[in-house]
């Protein structure tokens, strides 16, 4: 977005804003990788779909409505306005991106899903957690005690060169956690993403994702914010 | 039970009688006359006295269910075809019994377990610092709230004070529907959206209203996040819409609106509410009337304080008269 602006700032108390020339870039809804069923049977088909087509889409559609009247909210300088609608954007906005990056975490197991990750990460894992086991074990147990709706992750943290384990509330991307974090592996513990399939055992859907987890995914990931 | 007793006279024991009792109801006519005779008033033997119960020497096994899963005051399939019986059952039998299950778990043994459920939803809370227990106590609480706010066959519109403070405070019944849905749209994660009655003192020393008005006491929709209900702000709490998706998902999916506005529509119990709200202003006047009662009692004393004692006379000796 090319801003042009000035600010005239008169005697009183008003500041004039010139007229931004601004353009919008909307988001879109990315397809998915594979197809709603290929991550039977972890994931069913039916909840794929739904997940992406009806609450990804909203997010969405609900994030482009915010940043439109955002737009119109901030050329006319209605500050209220702008206040008013960080919730929404925060909100949809996050949803986006968050679940933008959890289709590129999952893969079906043919494909090679649930493969465990290899070099660098691999052994940045067993530094920072002790062993895989002991990572996977830690993220299960922090996605079953969060109350509520929200996201597990796995972050690289990029000034301290190491991995965690954080958890984000509803739909706050990772960034809210820390600045310098960045997102790996993302889990979805939104009922949501488990109902239809796992009723209320949420520690059951946990052990099972693993097994179509695209670990390579995050492993370029890491090499690329890791050098 | 006592002992049975020997009257020594005639051998007869009469289980209820410590001694012959001097107006001889239970003994025959033969009895009476020998007892007439011997005259003595105490003829039977004398009682065994009772051996004391030993006092208890150890605390009594702490009780490892204090709170019991309420049960739903109606059949499961009750509210089909709004709410599906899978929804209901599942949403009874392992969300909200899995909360009673943890609560139970955590509390037993402790002194919380002697608390009702309601002061220990506040206790909890501990003004925004939740202690671990707060979510299980809380939405024990709420789902107790919920299940009782829908009945089978419900919806309609309200009547009463109910519709009067309804259309004094939001306009009319559909606007209160649009602000509930509002409310449960832009509830952004999982969460409660509720009506309650907003009767309550800031509880700080100034908060005189300088232009009281009867609007001060109304109806408000408020939502809110995971757990948390408006008992900890001090509200009366007169219908509840469980937001999160366990509670919607199997009928209706993402759409979390179409569930609101059938379940205003078609399940709610308008006289539950009525009643409710009834009660709440009650509690409130009862309240206020008590506030107002201490402080003209703390004003008295102060003004007390302030006022000087006259003291007693002093005792003089009397004048004598003198005698001319």
């Known amino acids: 977005m090319a801003l042009l602006r000035s600010i005239a700032i008169s005697s009183n108390k008003t500041i004039t804003l010139a007229r931004s020339a601004r353009s919008l870039t909307t988001a879109t809804l990315p397809p998915l990788p594979y197809s709603y069923d290929a991550l039977e049977p972890v994931i069913s088909g039916e909840i794929m779909m739904l997940h992406h ?24 300088g209605d500050v209220s306005a702008v ?42 894992i067993d530094t920072d957690f002790g062993s895989f086991n002991a990572l996977i074990s830690k993220m299960n147990a922090e996605g079953a005690a969060l109350q509520g709706s929200g996201w597990v992750w796995l972050a690289f943290d990029k000034e301290l060169k190491r991995l965690k384990v954080e958890t984000t509330a509803n739909q706050d991307p990772l960034v809210t956690k820390g600045a310098t974090l960045v997102p790996l592996l993302g889990i979805d513990v939104w009922e949501h993403a488990y109902y239809l399939q796992y009723k209320n055992v949420k520690l059951e859907y946990l052990k099972n994702i693993w097994k179509i987890i695209n670990w390579e995914y995050a492993g370029e990931v890491y090499e690329k914010e890791a050098q | 039970m006592q002992p049975a007793t020997a009257c020594a006279s005639s051998g007869l024991t009469i289980p209820w ?23 003595t008033a105490d003829t039977a033997e004398p009682i065994e006295p009772i051996e004391p119960i030993d006092p208890i020497e150890t605390d009594p096994e702490p009780d490892p269910e204090p709170f019991k899963l309420k049960p739903l005051p109606y059949p499961f399939n009750a509210l089909e075809p709004h709410m599906s019986k899978e929804t209901v059952e599942y949403h009874w039998e392992r969300h909200h019994r899995g909360h009673v299950d ?70 009319s019944l559909d606007e209160l529907a649009k602000e509930i849905q509002n409310a449960a749209l832009t509830q952004f994660g999982s969460g409660w959206v509720w009506l309650a009655y907003k009767a309550h003192r800031l509880g700080v020393g100034n908060d005189i209203n300088p232009r009281p008005s009867k609007k001060d006491k109304r109806l408000v929709v408020v939502k809110t ?14 219908l509840a819409i469980d937001v999160w998706e366990h509670a919607y998902y199997m009928d209706y999916e993402n759409r979390r609106g179409d569930y609101v506005s059938v379940f205003l529509d078609k399940l709610i119990s308008w006289d539950v509410v009525s009643y409710r709200l009834k009660n709440a202003m009650f509690r409130a006047s009862k309240r206020e009337k008590m506030e107002k009662r201490e402080m003209l009692l703390d004003k008295m004393k102060e003004a007390t304080l302030r006022v000087k004692v006259r003291p007693t006379p002093k005792a003089r000796p009397k004048m004598k008269r003198r005698q001319y």
Request: glycine share 10%; hydrophobic share 35%; with cysteine.
């Open chain 1, 53 to 76: 087509q009806k609450h990804h889409q909203t997010y969405v559609t609900n994030y482009n409505s915010a940043l439109e009247l955002l737009h119109t909210a901030m050329d006319k």
């Open chain 1, 83 to 124: 206040v008013g609608l960080q919730s929404a954007v925060k909100f949809n906005g996050g949803g986006h991106i968050n679940h933008s990056i959890f289709w590129k975490n999952l893969r079906p197991v043919n494909a090679g899903g649930g493969e465990p990750p290899h070099k660098k990460l691999g052994w940045q």
């Open chain 2, 17 to 39: 009688l410590r001694r012959c009792s001097s107006l001889r109801v239970k003994c025959s006519t033969s009895q009476r006359a020998h007892c007439a005779s011997t005259s």
């Open chain 2, 102 to 171: 943890s609560l139970n778990a955590i509390i037993q043994g402790t002194e919380f377990a002697e608390m009702e459920l309601e002061n220990m939803v506040l206790t909890s809370y501990n003004e925004g610092n939740p202690l671990p227990f707060f979510v299980h106590a809380s939405q024990v609480w709420n789902h107790d709230f919920f299940w009782e706010t829908m009945k089978p066959g419900g919806g309609g519109n309200p009547s009463g004070v109910l519709k009067y403070l309804i259309e004094r405070d939001f306009g």
């Open chain 2, 225 to 238: 996040p995971n757990a948390v209900s408006p008992l900890v702000w001090d509200y009366y709490p007169l």
